[in-house]
Each structure stands twice: as C-alpha cells, then as structure tokens.
C-alpha cells in the first residue's frame, strides 16, 4: 500500500534557526513529489514539484530535496511568516486517476 | 490566487438534512479533483472529473455522496443525509492534467454537522 509520512508532526522554531522538515514515501511507480503550504481554514498552496531523485527547488527561504525513499524541506533562517503546515503529496502512476497521496503535515510554528 | 473558487466558504447544517457544495477552477483546468481534510489530516482524495466525465471514486465515497460537472466547468459535491462524520473541509483542485502537473486547490468549504 502506498504511503507518506511526514515528521515532525509540530515543530516549533527561532526565528533565523534553521531546520528541515521531512517526508517518506513507500509507493510504485512515482510520478511527482509535490509540496504545499497551507495556512489555517484556507486550501493548499503550491510551493514544488520534484521528479526524480537528486532533483532540488528553492523558492526563497525554502528548499526541497528528493531521494528515492525520501524528500526534505530544508528552510535557512526562517521568519514568522513562514508558520504554517508543510503538506507532502506523492503523484503515482496507478491507472489513470492520478490522484495526490497526502501526508499528515508538520505543522510549523516560527517565534519572533 | 489559484483561480479556483469554492461556495459556501463555511456551511452549517443539522444531521439528516442535504448540503451542495460548488467549485469552479479557471478555464485551462480540464481535470477537477475533490479532497476531504479532517482536523491535523492530509487531504484524502474523494473523486475527479476528465472534463465532465467522473473517471474514479475512493471507496471514502460512500453513495450518500454525488458529485458532477456538467459542461466540463464548474463542480457540485451534494451530500445526502449528513451525518456529524461528515464535518470535514471540502477541497477541490484543478489541473490542465498535464502528467506530473501540480493540482491548484480552492479555498475549501468547511462543514459542520450538528
């Protein structure tokens, strides 16, 4: 059965201290490892999508890294604003649904 | 901002009674996916639409749910008999179905049942 966990389950930062959030996956047949942000009572927020192992995207303080069992979302010197829950997805290629497998998330708390 | 839309945003209903939930993606989006997200839970996939064709359905989707897209545009989510398991918040996603393309998720619609 496929599956996605995500660890920490909360994390709780300094502003400016460094950390990174991580997400395994047992699943055949990836097709995409997709990131979001999702800020509370609002839907997901796109932030990346990596496809094969070795890959990395970077969008300001975020970055995100894959391996073949496993993706982080390294984050340098966070602020505030970056409190949020961090959701990992996997993309299989199972027939033709293509539908996200979702983490539970790390919920992120950065402290002034 | 995605684009896509949800309506109502918040809905709050008594057990038993019927609720319709709308999405509408922007125009490129010929994929539409519905999620349910529960309290410190992933979304968890309900069922998606090819234009206005329902291709698949989670076994999540009991038959007291009914979901269509007519014209391939916009997306309704009716739920029949609520029951207080359905609390939950209602997302859907659209894509231009591209392999691999991100999915583009709406607002959500929250929902309480009583």
């Known amino acids: 059965e496929d599956q996605v966990t995500q660890s920490p389950e909360a994390l709780r930062l300094q502003e400016g201290e460094s950390s990174s959030l991580n997400c395994s996956y047992t699943?055949?047949?990836?097709?995409?490892l997709f990131w979001y942000r999702q800020d509370p009572g609002k839907g997901p927020e796109f932030l990346f999508t990596?496809?094969?192992a070795g890959e990395e995207k970077e969008k300001e303080r975020l970055k995100a890294t894959l391996t073949k069992k496993e993706s982080f979302l390294h984050i340098t010197a966070p602020k505030p604003e970056d409190s949020a829950t961090y959701l990992c997805?996997?993309?299989?290629?199972?027939?033709?649904?293509?539908?996200?497998?979702f983490g539970s998330g790390t919920q992120l708390t950065v402290l002034p | 901002d995605t684009g896509v839309s949800q309506n109502p945003r918040h809905k709050i209903t008594k057990r038993g009674q019927n609720v319709t939930f709308r999405c509408d993606p922007i125009?490129?989006?010929?994929?539409l996916y519905w999620y349910r997200q529960t309290l410190g839970q992933g979304p968890e996939f309900l069922t998606y639409?090819?234009?206005?064709?329902?291709?698949?359905k989670s076994r999540l989707l009991s038959d007291r749910f009914s979901a269509e897209r007519p014209k391939g545009s916009f997306s309704t989510l009716e739920i029949q008999r609520t029951e207080q398991g359905d609390s939950a918040m209602y997302l859907c996603?659209?894509?231009?179905?591209?392999?691999?393309?991100?999915?583009?998720f709406g607002p959500g619609t929250r929902l309480l049942v009583l």
């Open positions: 997805a996997v993309l299989i290629s199972s027939g033709s649904a293509r539908q996200l497998t």
């Open positions: 699943v055949s047949g990836l097709r995409g």
């Open positions: 990596l496809y094969s």
């Open positions: 125009s490129e989006h010929n994929r």
């Open positions: 639409f090819q234009n206005e064709a329902q291709l698949e």
């Open positions: 996603a659209g894509t231009s179905g591209v392999m691999g393309e991100a999915q583009y």
